[in-house]
């Protein structure tokens, strides 16, 4: 498995690194938020979620603690980095409930819906 997706951009122009493979993130399970050429794959923000994001996730109608095997998935607690999909993204950015993001592994196709100057406010690894 390789750390990173090669063929990909991250948002500060450079190769997309791996945000997690622990849990195992990504759409495609592959511990990056790359789409792997395919259209709407929008699992593109690395983030690092605390109690507070999974609580309004989970108010929002989007559980992520609660384990579900048959997707290889094992539950999310505050600390774990995970690729986190534009939607629930721009909604916890517009809330001011956003989690600190991971910009070297953050997908450059964010870039569609989120300025870059959004994301550093948030950015983990400028801090």
Request: some cysteine; charged content about 10%.
């Given at each position: 498995m390789s750390d990173d997706a090669p063929s990909e951009t991250n948002v500060l122009g450079g190769r997309l690194l791996a945000c997690s493979y622990a849990p195992l993130t990504g759409y495609f399970r592959d511990g990056c938020c790359a789409t792997h050429?395919?259209?709407?794959v929008a699992h593109l923000?690395?983030?690092k979620v605390t109690a507070e994001f999974l609580q309004f996730s989970l108010a929002r109608g989007n559980d992520l603690t609660t384990p579900r095997p048959e997707l290889r998935f094992r539950g999310l607690k505050p600390g774990d980095r995970w690729c986190l999909h534009v939607v629930r993204f721009v909604e916890a950015l517009e809330a001011d409930m956003a989690p600190q993001v991971v910009l070297?592994?953050?997908h450059a196709d964010i870039?569609?819906?989120?300025p870059l100057e959004a994301l550093k406010r948030c950015a983990?690894?400028?801090h």
């Open positions: 050429g395919q259209a709407g923000v690395c983030v070297a592994s953050t870039l569609k819906f989120v983990l690894d400028l």
